[in-house]
């Protein structure tokens, strides 16, 4: 037994050193693994978008060294990088919110490249950020200035004709203003990016109403195509609930809401009548805030712009209702609809010149460009006789839009002008001018001394082939005298017609001018509604 216990005691020594030398191979690995994953942490690069920059490259202690960094556009276009302690800056100005693929590589150490490869290679896809208001509609206390935030810092930011630092920090002051108004404003969270698209901020002052700011600014004048836009301190449920403001007149046009807190009234065809009195009723009274004042009210008002008379005597030679032609300084105003009502308010400058070299100076006599006067007029009465307008020489809506109408279509009149001047010093002569020619000059008699045929210059307003002329004579009797033809009534109840005398050229009606047959015959054609007639002596 001694001996068998003297075997088993010496075997026991080699079967510890088989396991000490396993321990050891053990812990030689583990120490192996655990400095093969330190050379591996150590040896990192990470890759990450930046506070300042666009991205950020940071290496361990043994990742060795940058080799290039480069960025793309979508599209693939390389965008132009510097690396600055391992953040990389655009060198070009990038636009906010667009994406940017940013690649770079790692050149590991000598000793290292031959067990992980020589480069790494880091990937990284972003959005350059964006400065977005977190509020577009602010209410600012008196007195107080015009706070703005965003959900970013800001690096830059633009409005009203000016560039501005941000300061970095997500609330921008821009100082005192007005106590309501409203601007574009354009941001940039970062240098080395663009300005964003502007954004519209709009302030209000501290109320007890809701507050409303209507553009234009009321009782302003306003042409005739005016958008109106309302803006509310509210979103328009809260502000206008189920009703909507409304025009004390009937206007062709629709409302809709531009965003939560925007009505916008656009006018339809020709808008708001010339030289009319626009007011809007609202729902409930408001507080209606300007850049000077804040009143409160349930309406608002505006005057329309008149229409120049210039303006119609340009349109009128254009479409060829005149005897004069109109040539404008600059460019022709364009055949579209708001630019035509823009020149009626606002006309473009320009020449006129008679349209014919042997005007008759009768007629030249006449003409004043921008003022009143018969030339004018009786252009307006044929006009408005073409149209199948009521004629009375007055420019009213309805003149206004056929007038608009043919300048938009390019409409002319093709018939020429005519002009009729009388002498009443015997011999009484008539004579008929067309187009710059004379087409007839013929005997005619004038009224006698106790019925006169006035003397000046007027329109035709009446224009029939044959009728009754009835009236009074000087003693008292009446006269009815049907079969009259070719009858031009230019002033009461005076007209050019023919008459059955023995001899003409002498004063022989009551007032009117009387002509043989075969003259009236010729004369009647050209003397449409609107033709001027002038009696002197």
Not at 170 to 195: D, H, K, P
Not at 401 to 406: F, G, P
């Amino acid at each position: 037994m001694a001996s068998d216990v003297r075997l088993y005691g010496a075997r026991r020594p080699r079967r510890r050193r088989g396991r000490g030398l396993l321990a050891v191979l053990a812990v030689a690995a583990a120490a192996a693994l655990a400095l093969a994953a330190g050379v591996v942490w150590w040896s990192g690069a990470t890759l990450a978008q930046d506070s300042v920059a666009l991205a950020r490259v940071e290496l361990q202690p043994l990742a060795g060294s940058l080799e290039s960094a480069k960025a793309f556009r979508p599209d693939g276009t390389r965008i132009p990088i510097s690396s600055d302690g391992g953040r990389l800056v655009p060198r070009t100005l990038l636009a906010p919110g667009r994406t940017v693929s940013v690649v770079v590589v790692v050149r590991r150490p000598s000793w290292l490249g031959w067990a992980l490869g020589h480069d790494r290679t880091e990937r990284l896809t972003l959005k350059t950020p964006e400065a977005r208001l977190t509020d577009p509609w602010v209410t600012v206390p008196a007195g107080s200035p015009l706070r703005l935030k965003f959900t970013e810092p800001v690096a830059k930011l633009a409005y009203a004709h000016h560039v501005v630092p941000g300061g970095g920090g997500r609330v921008v002051s821009l100082g005192t203003q007005a106590s309501s108004g409203t601007v574009e404003v354009a941001t940039a969270a970062r240098t080395w990016e663009r300005l964003g698209p502007p954004v519209r901020v709009t302030w209000f002052p501290k109320s007890q109403l809701p507050v409303v700011l209507a553009t234009p600014v009321p009782a302003r004048h306003i042409p005739p195509r005016t958008t109106i836009r309302l803006t509310f301190s509210q979103p328009l449920d809260k502000a206008l609930g189920d009703d909507q403001p409304r025009f004390s007149s009937q206007v062709s046009g629709s409302w809709h809401a531009a965003d939560s807190h925007t009505l916008v009234f656009t006018p339809k065809g020709y808008g708001f009548p010339f030289a009319s009195h626009v007011r809007l009723e609202l729902p409930r009274a408001f507080a209606v805030s300007t850049r000077t004042k804040t009143t409160a009210t349930r309406a608002l008002d505006w005057n329309v712009a008149g229409a120049s008379f210039l303006r119609l005597q340009q349109l009128l030679a254009d479409t060829g209702y005149l005897p004069v032609s109109w040539a404008p300084t600059n460019d022709p105003v364009p055949r579209e609809l708001t630019a035509q009502l823009d020149a009626a308010v606002s006309p473009p400058a320009g020449d006129f010149s008679w349209r014919y070299p042997n005007t008759p100076p009768e007629l030249q006599r006449l003409w004043a460009p921008g003022q009143p006067n018969e030339v004018t007029r009786g252009a307006v009465m044929m006009f408005e006789d073409e149209h199948h307008l009521e004629v009375d020489g007055l420019v009213g809506p309805r003149v206004w839009h056929a007038l608009l109408e043919d300048a938009l279509a390019g409409k002319q009149r093709t018939d020429g002008y005519s002009y009729v001047y009388v002498h009443r010093n015997v011999p009484q002569l008539l004579t008929l001018w067309h187009n710059g020619s004379v087409v007839l000059t013929s005997p005619g008699n004038t009224g006698v001394p106790v019925a006169p045929t006035q003397l000046g210059t007027f329109p035709v307003f009446e224009h029939i082939p044959v009728g009754t002329m009835s009236g009074t004579n000087p003693n008292g009797s009446h006269y009815n005298d049907p079969g009259i033809r070719w009858i031009s009534y230019f002033h009461g109840g005076e007209a050019l017609h023919a008459f059955n005398r023995s001899s003409f050229g002498t004063p022989q009606s009551l007032g009117c001018v009387e002509l043989p047959l075969a003259a009236a015959e010729k004369v009647w054609p050209y003397t449409p509604i609107g033709t001027l007639v002038t009696i002197e002596d």
